[in-house]
């Protein structure tokens, strides 16, 4: 009787073991196939904050910002109009056109040209403003087109020409893409210049894109251009005179007086006499700004004036809001 007893324990021992080793391999399993689960995971992460960073321009401060949506139109004056400069346009439009009458919400009204202003709105869709009032006044209005984005690609072969580097960016880089990527990256994908160094074996070059595809490249983080991996970043310049510091065009063809770009006053900055004092933005006094706010050189990033124009070249960039 003992005996039998013995060998029954040693049966159920058994079978307990049996069963502590069945479970023991099921825990095994499950940590192994959420081990391997893991990582796709972590790439859908790293992918979402990636997204979610190429929704801002990265500016040459080395900031981030958020593009804001806005809607802008250009007001000029017919051909036979009377009206000759940008404030009696203004004026006129201010007389005809009641913004509380037809829900318009203006951010910014700006000159544009010599007889031209422009409207901005990130509320209001001012293609809406009704044109036969305005047509009344002798004024039309026209929408404001906007430009694609642009994008640097850094550390390209100089031995390649623009044609070149279309060819190895789109039959390199898209091949995850979706059709529609593709169709508009060989729609709208132009090389623009070059810059940097033109004695280096490797230098900078600017694209053009659609938004669509700037996502795209960012996202990826590199665009490989046959055999180097080249860094990709938002390309937005505010192109100032260094002649009179003015913005909007190159010394090449200035044909104002020149201004300090240190001390503001009328010589080259080059050849100041003024460095022991502190420095006076050009940009910002021709404004109007006083005191404190003036007390930095025309180049400054951190310039109110700059970043007016930086904001603006920004609303004109079409990134796809």
């Not at 006044?137 to 984005?149: C, H, M, N, R």
């Amino acid at each position: 009787m003992i005996s039998r007893r013995v060998t029954q324990q040693t049966a159920d021992i058994a079978s307990t073991l049996a069963e502590v080793q069945s479970a023991l391999h099921n825990v095994s399993a499950k940590l192994s196939t959420t081990a391997i689960a893991a990582p796709p995971a972590q790439l859908f992460y790293a992918q979402a904050a990636r997204s979610k960073l190429v929704e801002k321009v990265k500016v040459p401060s080395g900031k981030s910002v958020s593009p804001i949506s806005r809607s802008t139109v250009v007001i000029v004056p017919k051909p036979d109009s009377p009206l000759k400069t940008a404030d009696e346009t203004k004026t006129t439009l201010m007389k005809v056109l009641d913004p509380q009458k037809y829900g318009l919400r203006l951010d910014r009204v700006t000159k544009t040209s010599k007889s031209s202003i422009r409207l901005e709105s990130e509320k209001t869709d001012l293609t809406k403003i009704p044109s036969d009032i305005l047509d009344k006044a002798g004024l039309v209005v026209k929408p404001q087109g906007k430009s694609l984005p642009r994008l640097s690609l850094i550390n390209v072969p100089t031995n390649l020409s623009p044609e070149q580097v279309k060819e190895a960016i789109i039959s390199q880089n898209f091949h995850d893409a979706s059709d529609e990527v593709l169709h508009l990256a060989n729609q709208h994908l132009k090389v623009l210049f070059r810059f940097g160094p033109r004695d280096q074996p490797n230098g900078n070059w600017i694209v053009e894109v659609h938004a669509d595809v700037r996502r795209y490249l960012l996202a990826s983080r590199r665009v490989y251009i046959p055999w180097n991996a080249c860094r990709v970043n938002d390309h937005i310049r505010v192109t100032r005179c260094f002649n009179c510091q003015k913005y909007g065009h190159h010394s090449s063809d200035c044909k104002s007086e020149l201004q300090c770009g240190h001390c503001a006053e009328k010589h080259d900055t080059k050849a100041c006499p003024n460095l022991e004092r502190d420095p006076t933005c050009a940009n910002c006094v021709r404004f109007g700004h006083k005191g404190d706010i003036v007390r930095h050189k025309a180049i400054s990033n951190t310039c109110p004036a700059y970043l007016k124009r930086l904001d603006a070249k920004i609303s004109n960039t079409d990134y796809g809001l």
